[in-house]
């Protein structure tokens, strides 16, 4: 049944510090993962995506890991600045590669907040 | 203009009435979703589209129905809406070809029904 009520994880930060979000995912098979920020009042946004073929990608301050032995991944923000402060979703993709490019399943999200 | 335009933003609505929510995009990709988010509950799905004649149940597809109008557009129907289905709705595009690059969503509905 749902689980109604849950409360999200939370991470709070002073500006400036870095940040590190972590997620598990749940299905050995997906070989594509990608990071969304939501802020409030908005619809998610892309940030930094890694196929399975990797285990570490960087991009303007962010920089994602991939476990893929414990089923683990983690963005971590550099200099986390208060802009930075929203819901940070990871997505995993099952049946990603060639033209079989499927649907997301994502977590539940962690509620970064950053002090200034 | 956005890229992934939902309409309304915003919604009350009766128990019992029929609503539907639209959304249309101007990215020309093929694959459009629809989500709910609830508190705590990240973002589930309920029917997706991978092209205009291919509709597709997802995880809650119970009292809702769908329409894919046209590549750009794919509307959401709730047909007898009931207050659990209060909820944030999104539309989300994405291209079927594997140069990755993940969904875009669309701002959201948030759908009250009373």
């Known amino acids: 049944g749902e689980n109604v009520g849950l409360h999200l994880p939370t991470l709070s930060v002073q500006e400036g510090d870095n940040s590190i979000i972590n997620c598990a995912y749940s299905?050995?098979?997906?070989?594509?993962f990608i990071w969304y920020k939501q802020e409030s009042g908005k619809g998610p946004q892309f940030i930094i995506d890694?196929?399975?073929?990797?285990d570490k990608r960087q991009g303007q301050r962010v920089t994602v890991l991939l476990n893929k032995t414990v089923k683990h991944l983690s963005l971590q923000i550099a200099a986390t600045q208060p802009g930075d402060s929203a819901v940070y979703f990871c997505?995993?993709?099952?049946?990603?590669?060639?033209?079989?490019?499927?649907?997301?399943?994502f977590g539940q999200g962690t509620i970064l907040t950053v002090h200034p | 203009d956005a890229d992934v335009t939902q309409t309304p933003r915003n919604r009350i609505t009766k128990t019992g009435k029929r609503i539907m929510l639209e959304c249309s995009q101007t990215?020309?990709?093929?694959?459009m979703y629809w989500y709910r988010q609830d508190p705590g509950l990240g973002l589930r799905l309920i029917y997706y589209?991978?092209?205009?004649?291919?509709?597709n149940k997802g995880e809650i597809s119970d009292g809702y129905s769908v329409s894919r109008q046209a590549q750009a557009k794919f509307s959401l129907s709730l047909e007898s809406a009931i207050p659990n289905q209060t909820a944030l709705y999104f539309c989300?595009?994405?291209?079927?070809?594997?140069?990755?690059?993940?969904?875009?969503f669309g701002s959201g509905t948030r759908l009250t029904v009373v």
């Open positions: 589209s991978f092209d205009v004649k291919d509709i």
């Open positions: 299905n050995s098979a997906s070989d594509y």
């Open positions: 990215k020309g990709h093929d694959r």
């Open positions: 890694i196929r399975s073929n990797m």
């Open positions: 997505a995993e993709n099952p049946n990603a590669g060639g033209t079989s490019y499927g649907k997301l399943t």
């Open positions: 989300a595009t994405s291209d079927s070809s594997a140069g990755g690059g993940g969904y875009t």
